[in-house]
């Protein structure tokens, strides 16, 4: 079984994507925000992570700029799922592998978290 | 019998007397051309009252003087008095409570005379003649007329004595009501000779640029310049060189720039709108400049902060959305009746609907605040047509029929927004053409241009209704309004996308029979 991990400080965003991406079979761990990310992207070893822009804290480019710097996890693939309108460039910016625009089209996330975590 | 001689010299007499009062109405007449005149410097207009005194009261000096704040009386303007004069001559505080005319018909012998005799005597001064420059309700000061000779005042010299003081007098009164204006107004004038220092600055400017007063950035000119630091609407430093008064030195007819500005000494910056304007001469070259500058700090932080709470909000907005719409299609595919799989569509379909009103909202802030950014890419516009068309095909019944007949296909554009401009031509044209059945979108290549032509056999507007159908929040009427929805952002939006590619948009259309929206944009 896939692993997702999604990083989002809305609740309830989190809990849409955990029902759509578990209906599909995927095992989902869900955090709500960027603390000690790293770490716990250590221990659970997802296949795609979905992560918001805009989050208290540690705001999502940061989170891609660490991770996509780091040796053994920048191989995960980070897939941008935000409300801002540029997501598209701000994705490309800080070299997330992917995006996807809220509110989401339940077949496109599918079909995103799919070829992501199969490559 | 009359004496023939006797006779003619009483004529002569009379002929004299006719070409000096003729010579007067001239010198008079020409005065009061010299006023009228409205781009004469103040200067000038001095000068011709002085001179003209001087002729009409046969007098050999003169000069307008006028009270200061204190009381004291100071030369406005003089014609042939030396500097030691002027510079040594006390005049008494009292003058200014006489409201009639002081003459001194011979200096030498007047025992009233005390301190000023001696000068008077030194610069040649004989007799001289004093009146009053009277305002509606005070005094502005004297016309003074000054003799080298003892000199006795004739009535008609004194009646045009008169006439002159009170032409000065209401020249006086104007230009303080002129200057009472400037100063009352909120925003700041300066104007600038042609070699770009500043002549006059009203009360507001002086203030601005960090003077009490005109009078004292005339002797600290440089303070503002060097004490100033100026940034450009995006942050940047901004060259004094770009001032706009300083382009239309350099030849532009008009000029405007929104400008931050901030004293070093650590006031706060404001926010000002400079426009510039040139003063040309008779003969059309430049003579002065004038810049008008409007503080719009308080506008443009409003601005900023709508800018920011309209993409925050718009941001919380979309939030519930997503998870709306997520749970709307989770539900959607656990449903097993066909009735409620219906309604959870439609439920879809109106979060849909909201997700673009809230974007329409963004983008048209985006628009208005300057910040619609472009990421311009080479791609296939007939494909990109192809995608659109099909898209909306799904969820319409009209016909979407593609004529296209370009070879080449290839734009350089922002992709995202032109697929956006396609969505809403196509989706208004089936929107507003309920009892057709059919949209015809073709693409020509014209030249260097490209032009898409989205045709519908609809509703049609008025000719009056073409006119303003990009502004924003347009919509026909309110009958439009309610049967068809919307904000009236679509096309707006499209067109500001259209434009800021370098491209055009119109519409052609006649009521009853339909409307067709092309644009065009230039190929790759």
Partial sequence: ?119 | MPDSKGNETFLTLQKKDLYKYINRLQELYSLSEAIIKNNSRIEDVYEAFLSAAKRLLNANKAAILVFDKNGALKFESQSGLSKKYIAGIKHSLRLRLKHKPLLINNTRDNKYLLSSKKLLLKEGISAYGFFPLLGADKVFGKLAVYYNKPHKFTDEEMQLAQIISKQISSLLERREANIGILDALVDGITVQNKEGRVIFANKTASHALGYESFEEMLKNPTKWVSEYELKDKKGGVFNPLNLPGRRVLNGEIYAEELIQYRNLKGEESRWVNIKSQPIYDDEGKLKMVINIMHDVTERFELEKRKDEFISSASHELKTPLAVLKGFAQVMQKEQDTEKNKYYLGKMVGQIDRLTNLVEDLLDVSKIQSGKLSLQKEKFNIVKLIEETATDLQLINNHKIILQNNILKKQVKADKSRIGEVLNNLISNAIKFSPKSDKVIVSIKDKKKDLVVKVRDYGIGMSSKDMKSIFQPFFQANNRIRQSFGGLGLGLHISSQIIWRHGGKIWVSSRKGEGSTFSFSLPLA
Wanted: hydrophobic share 40%; charged share 30%; net charge neutral.
């Fill in chain 1, 1 to 119: 079984m896939k692993k997702i991990l999604v990083c989002d400080d809305d609740e309830g965003i989190s809990e849409v994507i955990r029902i759509i991406l578990e209906g599909a079979n995927y095992q989902v761990n869900s955090l709500n925000s960027g603390h000690a990310i790293q770490k716990k992207i250590q221990q659970y070893e997802p296949d795609v992570i979905l992560l918001d822009m805009w989050m208290p804290g540690i705001e999502g480019k940061e989170i891609i700029i660490m991770l996509k710097r780091s040796k053994n996890l920048s191989h995960i693939p980070i897939i941008v799922v935000s409300a801002l309108s540029n997501t598209k460039d701000i994705s490309r910016k800080y070299g997330a592998d992917d995006f996807l625009e809220k509110p989401f089209d339940t077949n496109k996330l599918l079909s995103l978290v799919e070829k992501y975590a199969k490559a």
